[in-house]
């Protein structure tokens, strides 16, 4: 049963196009999601975060939607650079789990063509 | 400030052998995690410490993995004997605080086993 998950596993975008990517989960008990950006040979990196609080998170060129109603939430990158390609994964840690616990969907591989 | 540690960064044994890593968290990173990752696959939670105690290990194969923070500081984890299908890469993260929003893990490079 997978708890965290990202249907789309590849995404390839023109250089200063928006890049979208999306994560659906199910457990509602969750309520802290976490955006995670991985290049090969390194370990992932933290991107961005959103509390079910809010729906919306910006950082730069790196925007976060939540739709608790719907369970989703989705990435956004405008403008998309080169640079930007890596694989996605999406997390979802909830209020019920120990302390820090994320679940993490199978990613999505971005590729930002110049 | 020095990222999450982890040696080797390749290993490549046969079934049935032993095989040891190595993680050196953040320091002052209270919480250590080790993941498993396999190819085309999110990180799996194995095992979480919480200073050199254990949260959380229920997804840990218990009969063929271990894993230890003696000092509430490093971390190994071992898998004995090992079969094909532990091939993967094996991540060591490390958390700082415990309040929800320091949930950020920081991930070492990891180390990608490859048993043959």
């Known amino acids: 049963d997978q708890q965290v998950k990202q249907n789309s596993p590849s995404l390839s975008v023109q250089e200063g196009r928006i890049s979208i990517l999306n994560c659906d989960y199910t457990?509602?008990?969750?309520?802290?999601f976490l955006w995670y950006k991985k290049y090969p040979a390194e370990g992932p990196t933290f991107l961005i975060s959103i509390s079910s609080i809010k729906d919306k998170n910006e950082d730069g060129r790196f925007t976060v939607f939540l739709n608790k109603s719907a369970k989703h939430l989705s990435l956004h990158i405008v403008p998309s650079q080169p640079g930007d390609s890596a694989v996605y994964f999406c997390a979802a840690s909830g209020y019920n789990t120990n302390a820090g616990k994320s679940t993490f969907g199978d990613g999505t591989t971005l590729t930002v063509k110049p | 400030e020095a990222g999450v540690a982890q040696s080797p960064r390749y290993k490549i044994i046969e079934k049935r052998q032993s095989v040891a890593f190595w993680c050196n968290p953040i320091?002052?990173?209270?919480?250590l995690y080790w993941y498993q990752q396999i190819l085309g696959q999110g990180p799996k939670l194995l095992i979480q410490?919480?200073?050199?105690?254990?949260?959380?290990d229920s997804q840990l194969p218990k009969d063929r993995f271990s894993a230890e923070r003696l000092k509430g500081v490093d971390s190994t984890l071992k898998i004995q004997p090992a079969k094909l299908e532990d091939s993967a890469v094996y991540l060591c993260a490390s958390r700082h605080g415990q309040a929800r929003t320091q949930d950020t893990q920081y991930f070492g490079p990891g180390t990608r086993l490859t048993v043959l």
């Open positions: 410490f919480q200073n050199n105690g254990v949260v959380d």
């Open positions: 320091s002052g990173h209270a919480t």
């Open positions: 457990n509602s008990m969750f309520d802290y």
